[in-house]
């Protein structure tokens, strides 16, 4: 029997749990290519409730966030993530215990 659950219901399923996000995550930031990170992030984000609910937990705007989470809209990360490769060092991801 083939099973009809497409890949991205699974992921979104599979990323609920926070120690899965947290190597998905990771296996995005060895690539270093921030725009692949912030879709993961989005993912992540989707998996965990959606913007509405961490912009609640994290008490900051949805339009805030969105525009964090763009392809475009975090320089910042961007910037660290070349200094840090520059150095030899990467972020990486950890669940909360």
């Known amino acids: 029997m083939i099973n009809n659950f497409s890949y991205d219901k699974y992921l979104i399923e599979t ?13 995005v ?3 270093g290519d921030v725009r692949s990170f ?3 992030l ?3 984000v989707k998996a965990q409730g959606g ?3 961490l912009s609640d937990k994290a008490h900051r705007s949805r339009t805030s966030l969105y525009k964090t989470l763009s392809a475009t809209g975090n320089p910042y990360l ?5 200094i840090l490769h520059a150095m030899g060092l990467q972020l990486t991801v950890t669940a909360q215990s």
């Open 15 to 27: 990323l609920r749990d926070p120690s899965e996000a947290a190597g998905y995550l990771n296996a």
């Open 29 to 31: 930031l060895e690539e």
């Open 38 to 40: 912030l879709e993961a």
């Open 42 to 44: 989005r993912n992540v």
């Open 51 to 53: 913007v509405t609910q």
């Open 78 to 82: 961007k910037n660290t993530n070349e």
